[in-house]
């Protein structure tokens, strides 16, 4: 795309909450698995294992996201998304 560097800014106005919008999405990403999960109709434990392996893949895939978390864990959007399932 033919942006600046500095467009990302023209949407959020800091690091930091373009980072907590990043979470908030990974956040919502999860929810989304883990509701798919419930409905899984291999039974309970095919869902876990499936769930699970998804979450190693997506962590592996992506190690700065618990970085990410811990600087923005108390932004009240990722609050939000945390507590409320990142509706």
């Known amino acids: 795309a033919n942006l ?8 959020f106005p800091s690091k930091r909450e373009l980072l907590a919008a990043l979470v908030v999405e990974r956040l919502r990403e999860v929810t989304e698995d ?27 895939g ?14 009240p959007e990722v609050v939000r998304a945390y507590i409320g399932g990142a509706a």
Do not use: C, M
């Not at 883990?34 to 592996?60: C, D, F, K, S």
């Open 34 to 60: 883990a509701e798919a999960a419930i409905v899984n109709p291999a039974g309970p434990w095919a869902a876990l294992v499936e769930l699970l392996r998804g979450y190693a893949e997506r962590q592996a």
């Open 4 to 11: 600046s560097k500095g467009a990302v800014y023209f949407y």
């Open 62 to 75: 992506d190690a700065g996201f618990a970085e990410a978390l811990a600087s923005v864990s108390t932004d």
